[in-house]
């Protein structure tokens, strides 16, 4: 059976963010001078990102969860004194979005409701930022919010991220409307013809074997 990982995509949406990441540096507080480097930001989203790839998540020790979570929340807590003063700033919104996305997975209370208000001011101050949309609709993907999942699929889409096919066709499947996620499969095939994982379930769909894989969803406020 073809397995249903939505979660992987987090490190190549990470992989692709980081061409986005220069050494800009902003002050976390007023009258403060402390530099902060994006890359400094996505190196700790590259390093919380293995951990959070399917729910629940893994850890080799309660040690290493500890000092991983310690990382994650000094990020999220330096997002959030940047924004104090920049709340506009479309880097450290996707960052702060982004980083609230895999405290979800870590069960950080709030989590998911920050990355869901960083994403959409993002997204309503530059509707047209491809990396937000997808990002977004990813995460969105592992939550019980489907539908919404789906309208920011689509929004990905229309903005030529190919890739967010895929997801869709893992949203509609957890939906349990696999007829919609064949075209959305073939469609990504087009443009990654050699993944493994969509020709298996596209074949098992188009056969009449394929059976839904569990995947754990806990939404907002869970």
């Known amino acids: 059976m073809a397995a249903l990982d939505a979660g992987r995509t987090f490190r190549r949406l990470l992989r692709g963010a980081f061409a986005f990441a220069g050494m800009l540096a902003f002050s976390v507080a007023q ?8 890359s400094d930001l996505y190196a700790t989203l590259d390093e919380v990102a293995p951990h959070v790839r399917a729910y629940p998540p893994k850890f080799s020790s309660p040690e290493e969860r500890e000092q991983v979570e310690s990382r994650l929340k000094n990020l999220l807590k330096t ?14 919104l996707y960052v702060r ?14 989590a998911a409701e920050n990355a869901i208000a960083s994403f959409e001011r993002l997204l309503a101050i530059d509707p047209s ?8 609709a990813v ?10 999942a789906v309208v920011y699929c689509k929004k990905a889409i229309e903005l030529g991220v190919e890739q967010a096919h895929y997801t869709l066709a893992v ?10 996620a064949q075209p959305e499969l073939e469609a990504f095939l087009k443009f990654e013809p050699n993944n493994a994982s969509a020709q298996q ?7 009449g074997t394929f059976t839904r894989h569990v995947v754990v969803h806990h939404g907002p406020g869970n």
Do not use: C
């Not at 997002?79 to 450290?92: A, G, Q, S, V």
């Open 31 to 38: 009258g403060a001078d402390v530099p902060v480097h994006l």
């Open 79 to 92: 997002t959030d004194k940047i924004l104090e003063r920049y709340p506009d700033n479309l880097e450290i």
């Open 97 to 110: 979005g982004a980083g609230n996305a895999m405290g979800h997975e870590l069960d950080f209370p709030g």
């Open 129 to 136: 930022n491809r990396r937000a949309a997808y990002f977004y």
């Open 139 to 148: 995460f969105l993907s592992r939550t019980t919010l489907l539908d919404k």
């Open 171 to 180: 949203t509609y499947v957890e939906k349990g409307d696999v007829q919609k």
């Open 201 to 207: 379930m596209l074949a098992e769909m188009k056969a």
